[in-house]
């Protein structure tokens, strides 16, 4: 069990670097790319799953930024981290709203449903929850959005700068100078 759980990690690592050196990559301004981790990341907390997609592609076409990082930015929020990350939304804008909403009362009523369910219920269940839920989600979905955006614009542009200076010295090593894109043998 515990190799199967270490091989799985390992694979999760290795994707995860793989992904990265890809987004390194990412052609695009610097804008566009930046712009689509915040936007990726804001409808991944702020939007219940399910809507998600369609609403990343939609805002990252409104906002001129790169459609797939957006896109991939969603996956914020999977399998894993809903369980946690849900909850904790909620539990917040519970608190900004003044409603009487905990952890335990969460799990009583989301029992309640599935074990009775019904229309009626899940419309009372879900009108505080889900404004709530909409609350803590906007305001962790802008914060993470914020640091999200700055966070990449400013590895987009160092990574760029590091490229560039890599390369004007393997030009200078071969003794080819770069001026405005084209390439002039150096005298």
Request: proline share 4%.
């Amino acid at each position: 069990m515990f190799k199967r759980y270490m091989r799985m990690c390992m694979r999760l690592w290795r994707m995860t670097k793989t992904l990265y050196h890809k987004f390194k990559r990412t052609r695009g301004t610097p804008y566009s790319v930046a712009m689509g981790v915040a936007v990726g990341l804001f409808v991944g907390i702020a939007v219940p799953i399910g809507l998600q997609v369609p609403g990343s592609i939609l805002m990252a076409f409104a906002f001129r930024c790169n459609k797939l990082i957006a896109f991939f930015g969603t996956f914020v929020s999977n399998a894993y981290t809903v369980p946690i990350i849900y909850p904790l939304l909620c539990l917040l804008g519970a608190r900004i709203l003044g409603v009487d909403v905990t952890l335990s009362s969460m799990n009583k009523d989301i029992m309640a449903l599935i074990k009775t369910p019904s229309w009626s219920g899940l419309l009372e269940f879900g009108d505080e929850l889900l404004w709530s839920f909409l609350v803590g989600g906007v305001i962790v979905g802008v914060i993470s959005g914020v640091i999200g955006y700055y966070l990449t614009y400013w590895l987009v542009v160092r990574h760029r700068a590091k490229v560039q200076i890599k390369m004007d010295k393997a030009r200078a090593r071969l003794g080819v100078a770069s001026v405005g894109g084209s390439v002039l043998p150096v005298l």
